[in-house]
């Protein structure tokens, strides 16, 4: 298993447009509200950093739980965080805490990730 320790975390930041919307409303073909960031704009965000930083490149999702107490909005910069919690390196286990929000601070979205590191480069 890859080196990795509890505490360990990365971080990226981004902020959508309107055009991240409708490009999403495409893909998806789902309408979507005019200013709020789709939930699953957010947790793409968290998959990104799961498959290229933190374990990185060969991670496999296992199970995720996401929840959303306030609706992230088009302008916001957003940050999306995850920390390892949790190792469990007989199973090639990882439990990650993920957190999203706001410039203020303010948590648009939060829940856990576990993933299989076998196979990270």
């Given amino acids: 298993m890859k080196q990795f320790e ?6 990226i ?3 959508f447009d309107q055009k991240d919307l409708a490009e999403y409303a495409a893909l998806a073909d789902a309408a979507t509200a005019s200013r709020v960031v789709p939930a699953p704009l957010l947790g793409g ?3 990104y950093l799961l498959g290229t930083q933190l374990p990185g490149r060969g991670t496999n999702y296992l ?3 996401l929840e959303y107490p306030q609706p992230a909005f088009v302008g ?8 390892i919690v949790r190792l469990r390196p007989d199973k090639d286990l990882v439990n990650l805490r993920t957190v999203c929000a706001n410039a203020r601070g303010e948590i648009v979205c939060q829940g ?3 993933v299989l590191v076998k196979d990270v480069e």
């Fill in 112 to 114: 856990e990730a576990l």
């Fill in 45 to 47: 965000m968290f998959s």
């Fill in 63 to 65: 199970k995720q739980h």
């Fill in 13 to 15: 930041q981004r902020t």
């Fill in 6 to 11: 509890v505490g360990q975390t990365a971080a």
């Fill in 76 to 83: 916001d910069e957003l940050t999306a965080t995850v920390e």
